[in-house]
């Protein structure tokens, strides 16, 4: 079955600290990935997308995004976080023959320490 | 103003009681969508509609029915109101046909307890 997975559901780094949040999916087919951040008291807003183009994506505010299909993975990685990064992300998957549907992973809820 | 508009923003209401959440778009899109948001679960599709005359469910439909009025409304309603509706409710919107790339635009979400 098609599914996408994130582990952890509550991340929590220093301000400055390397930000890394996993998302694997279960596919024979590379689908159409996405990161959507959701910030406090608001709906989501797309971070940053993969469409077979580039592996490596870039998206707003320095976030980046690779994507391996040896690993099925697309992690999701700041280099040096910052408070204002606070907030939920979710990995999203537009799986191939899924109709123009995505599928939501669970979240992870991203905590920035001073 | 915002692009998708979702009203009412907050609502409490008892168990059995009718409720319609509203979504309103001014980004002309073709596609509409209403997600519930529950911690730990993440948002799941309820009910999707590419155009006014195409109405499809969701993973998890049972319980809510839609209406599509226009291009720019979606309209999503809770017959009989249970406590496990409880929920965060998102519209959201898309470019229909080759414009689709995966990018939904999302209200700012209607907080709905049922009691």
């Known amino acids: 079955a098609q599914s996408v997975t994130q582990l952890g559901s509550h991340v929590s780094v220093s301000e400055g600290a390397l930000v890394l949040l996993r998302c694997n999916y279960s596919?024979?087919?590379?689908?159409?990935l996405f990161w959507y951040v959701q910030y406090p008291n608001q709906g989501l807003q797309l971070l940053l997308k993969?469409?077979?183009?580039?592996?490596l994506v870039k998206g707003i505010n320095g976030f980046e995004a690779e994507f391996k299909k040896s690993e099925t993975s697309f992690h999701l990685t700041k280099p040096s976080a910052h408070m204002s990064d606070a907030a939920e992300y979710f990995c999203a998957v537009r799986f191939t023959g899924g109709g123009n549907k995505l599928t939501f992973g669970t979240g992870t809820q991203l905590k920035v320490e001073l | 103003d915002a692009d998708v508009t979702q009203t009412p923003r907050n609502r409490i209401t008892k168990t059995g009681k009718r409720i319609m959440l509203e979504c309103s778009q001014t980004?002309?899109?073709?596609?509409m969508y209403w997600y519930r948001q529950d911690p730990g679960l993440g948002l799941r599709l309820i009910y999707y509609?590419?155009?006014?005359?195409?109405?499809n469910k969701g993973e998890i439909s049972d319980g809510y029915s839609v209406s599509r009025q226009a291009q720019a409304k979606f309209s999503l309603s809770l017959e009989s109101a249970i406590p496990n509706q409880t929920a965060l409710y998102f519209c959201?919107?898309?470019?229909?046909?080759?414009?689709?790339?995966?990018?939904?635009?999302f209200g700012e979400g209607s907080r709905l307890t049922v009691l």
């Open positions: 993969y469409t077979s183009a580039a592996t």
């Open positions: 596919s024979s087919v590379p689908p159409y």
């Open positions: 959201a919107t898309s470019r229909g046909g080759q414009g689709f790339t995966g990018e939904l635009f």
């Open positions: 980004k002309g899109h073709d596609r």
């Open positions: 509609s590419f155009d006014v005359k195409d109405i």
